[in-house]
Nanobody, 122 residues
Framework: QEQPVETGGGLVQPGGSLRLSCTTS????????TGWYRQAPGMERELIAR???????EYHDSVKGRFTIRRDDDKNMLYLEMNDLRPQDTAVYYC????????????????WGQGTQVTVSS
């Protein structure tokens, strides 16, 4: 079953930056939206950034102003630029193709990939 492939995680100091990348075997452009989730230890997976073809990107309040989602349709890649990282950003990050017209009704359309671990620590 097709799964996204996420890369780019790592260990970074507070205040640092990382860029995560994601690709899938099918065109990301075919989904209504694409997005990034994260799951911290002991927590549920949460949507943090969402991008559609028709609207401005949307972000969870915890990452607004620090993270930027963007997509390169020519390369079939989805990116998450993360700046000013904080220890509370430590999590496994996942991407997915999405359905749902609104943030609250967003649902993933693909099986989950392995994710990429981001650890923010001094």
């Amino acid at each position: 079953q097709e799964q996204p492939v996420e890369t780019g995680g790592g260990l970074v100091q507070p205040g640092g930056s990382l860029r995560l990348s994601c690709t899938t075997s099918r065109s990301l452009f075919g989904f209504y939206a694409t997005g990034w989730y994260r799951q911290a230890p002991g927590m549920e997976r949460e949507l943090i950034a969402r991008l559609t073809t028709y609207t401005e990107p949307e972000y969870h309040d915890s990452v607004k102003g620090r993270f930027t989602i963007r997509r390169d349709d020519d390369k079939n890649m989805l990116y998450l630029e993360m700046n000013d990282l904080r220890p509370q950003d430590t999590a496994v990050y996942y991407c997915n193709g999405l359905a749902g017209l609104q943030w609250e009704t967003t649902e993933p359309r693909l099986s989950w990939g392995q994710g990429t671990q981001v650890t923010v620590s001094s």
